[in-house]
C-alpha cells in the first residue's frame, strides 16, 4: 500500500535522478580509466574487461530481482541500501590495491546499482500520481541517462588527468552521502499492492546463463575457442538455458515471464535491446582504448572526443521518444540500426592517422545510434501488453540492455575485425526492426500466461 507523497516531489526526483546519474555513469567513466588501471596495477586485457564486466554483469543479473524486492520491503528501504552498498563499493574501488580487489568492488558496486536504477524509477512514479506530471517527472528522469553518458567520459577525463585513476570513484561518494540524507528526509516509503514471490532457483540459474557466457568470451582470446574451460563454460551455460525452461513455467511468480516471449515484437524487442547494447558495448570499451594506446591521446582529450556521442544522446533521446509516441517505433530503430552498421564499417578503417575530424564524424554515428534505439526499443516491448505486465516487460527490455553491454565489453577483446562485428550487429538491428515492428507482428495476440 502506498504512503502519501512527500511535500517536496522535486527534491525526490532529484535524489532519484543523482542515483540514476552515478550508476550510468559508471559504465562509460571507468573505460576512460581503463590504461591508467592497466599501467598501475599491472592489468591484462582480461582483467580490463572484468573491470567493466563485474558491474554490468551483476547488473543485468540482479535487476529483476531488486524490483520484486523493493515491491515487497519497501522502496525507501531498498534505495537506502543500494546507496549505501554503492558507495562503499566505489570507496573499495579507490583503494583497490590489485586487480582482483578492484573487480570485487566493481561487483559490490553494481550489486547496490541493481538496487537503484528500477527502484528509482518506481519512486519516481508514486510521488507523482498525477499523469502529466508523472510523464514531465520520468521524461526528465530518462534524459539523465544520456546526461551521464556525456559527462561521463569528459569527468572521467579530468579526474584521471589531474588526480589519478582513483578519483573516478572517489567522485561518487560524496553524491551518495548527500543522496542518503536528502532520501532518509524527503523520499516517501510505498510498496506494490501485491509483491512477487522470490525466484531463487531462477536468479541462479539466470547468473550461471549470463556469468558462463561472460567468462567464455573474456578468456576465448588467451585460452582459444576450443580451450576445455571455454567448451565447459559454454556447454554450462546452455544447461542453465535448459534449467530455466524447465523451471520458469511452472513458477505462479516466476523471475523471467518467459510466455511472454511467445509475442513477435516483444522478443524481438528483447533480441535487438541485447544487439544494440553489445555494439555500444564494444563501441565504449574499443573507442577509448583506441584513442588512448593508438593515437596516444591524453585521457582528458579521449574525453572530450566521446563529448559528442553523450550529447547526441541527450538531444535525441527526447525527440525520439515523441516521435514514438506519434508515428510508432519502426522509423527511430531503422534510423538507430543503419547507424550502428555504418559505424562499424567506418569504424574498421580507422587507424593512428587518421584525421581527427574524421574520427569525430564516425563517433557521431553511434551518437545518432544510442540517441534513437532506447525509447523505441522500450516501446515495442510493452505495445500490447496488459497493464500488469507492462512492468515486468519493461524490466526485461532493462536487463536485455544490460546484457548486451556486458557481452559487447566480453566481446571487444576477442577479435581484431570487432568493428566489422559491430557493423552485423547493425544489420541484425536494422532487420529486427523491419521483422518486430511489422503490423502482422504487432497483430499477433500475447498469450496469457499459464500458470
Avoid at 554490468?56 to 541500501?81: E, I, N, Y
Avoid at 594506446?293 to 515523441?322: E, I, W, Y
Amino acid at each position: 500500500m502506498n504512503v502519501p507523497t512527500a511535500h517536496r516531489p522535486a527534491l525526490v526526483l532529484a535524489v532519484c535522478c543523482a542515483s540514476i546519474v552515478v550508476v550510468v555513469m559508471d559504465i562509460s567513466i571507468v573505460t576512460v580509466a581503463l590504461p591508467a588501471i592497466r599501467r598501475d596495477l599491472g592489468a591484462s586485457v582480461s582483467g580490463l574487461q572484468w573491470t567493466v564486466d563485474a558491474y554490468t554483469l551483476v547488473l543485468a543479473g540482479f535487476l529483476v530481482l531488486a524490483g520484486s524486492a523493493a515491491d515487497r520491503f519497501g522502496r525507501k528501504r531498498v534505495f537506502q541500501c543500494g546507496l549505501a552498498a554503492f558507495g562503499l563499493g566505489s570507496l573499495l574501488c579507490s583503494l583497490a590495491p590489485g586487480i582482483g580487489w578492484l573487480i570485487a568492488a566493481r561487483a559490490l558496486q553494481a550489486a547496490g546499482g541493481t538496487m537503484l536504477n528500477p527502484v528509482a524509477m518506481a519512486i519516481v512514479a508514486t510521488t507523482f500520481p498525477v499523469p502529466a506530471e508523472r510523464a514531465r517527472a520520468i521524461g526528465v528522469f530518462g534524459s539523465m541517462s544520456g546526461l551521464a553518458l556525456a559527462l561521463g567520459p569528459i569527468l572521467g577525463g579530468a579526474l584521471v588527468d589531474g588526480f589519478g585513476w582513483r578519483a573516478v570513484f572517489w567522485v561518487n561518494v560524496p553524491i551518495v552521502a548527500a543522496a542518503l540524507v536528502a532520501t532518509a528526509l524527503f523520499v516517501p516509503e510505498s510498496r506494490a499492492p501485491r509483491a512477487r514471490r522470490f525466484d531463487p532457483l531462477g536468479q541462479l540459474l539466470v547468473l550461471v546463463v549470463l556469468g558462463s557466457v561472460v567468462y567464455a568470451l573474456i578468456e576465448s582470446r588467451p585460452l582459444g575457442w576450443t580451450s576445455p574451460l571455454v567448451l565447459g563454460l559454454f556447454a554450462l551455460a546452455a544447461l542453465g538455458v535448459a534449467g530455466l525452461l524447465v523451471h520458469e513455467p511452472r513458477r505462479t511468480d516466476p523471475l523471467l515471464e518467459l510466455h511472454l516471449f511467445r509475442g513477435v515484437a516483444f522478443s524481438s524487442a528483447i533480441v535487438m535491446a541485447v544487439l544494440a547494447l553489445c555494439g555500444f558495448g564494444i563501441f565504449l570499451f574499443t573507442a577509448t582504448q583506441y584513442l588512448q594506446d593508438v593515437r596516444g591521446l591524453t585521457p582528458l582529450a579521449a574525453g572530450l572526443c566521446l563529448l559528442p556521442v553523450g550529447l547526441l544522446v541527450l538531444v535525441l533521446s527526447p525527440r525520439t521518444g515523441r516521435l514514438v509516441g506519434t508515428h510508432g517505433p519502426r522509423g527511430p530503430l531503422v534510423v538507430a540500426g543503419s547507424a550502428l552498421a555504418l559505424g562499424g564499417a567506418a569504424a574498421a578503417w580507422l587507424g593512428p592517422a587518421t584525421p581527427l575530424p574524421l574520427v569525430l564524424a564516425v563517433f557521431l554515428l553511434f551518437g545518432v545510434f544510442l540517441g534513437t534505439v532506447n525509447p523505441p526499443i522500450t516501446n515495442t516491448a510493452v505495445s500490447g501488453m496488459p497493464g500488469s505486465m507492462a512492468g515486468v516487460a519493461a524490466s526485461l527490455a532493462s536487463t536485455g540492455r544490460q546484457t548486451g553491454t556486458t557481452l559487447g565489453v566480453a566481446l571487444a577483446g576477442t577479435a581484431h575485425g570487432v568493428w566489422w562485428l559491430v557493423a552485423g550487429l547493425g544489420a541484425g538491428l536494422l532487420a529486427l526492426a523491419l521483422v518486430g515492428t511489422a503490423r502482422r507482428a504487432e497483430a499477433l495476440s500475447l498469450p496469457r500466461p499459464t500458470g
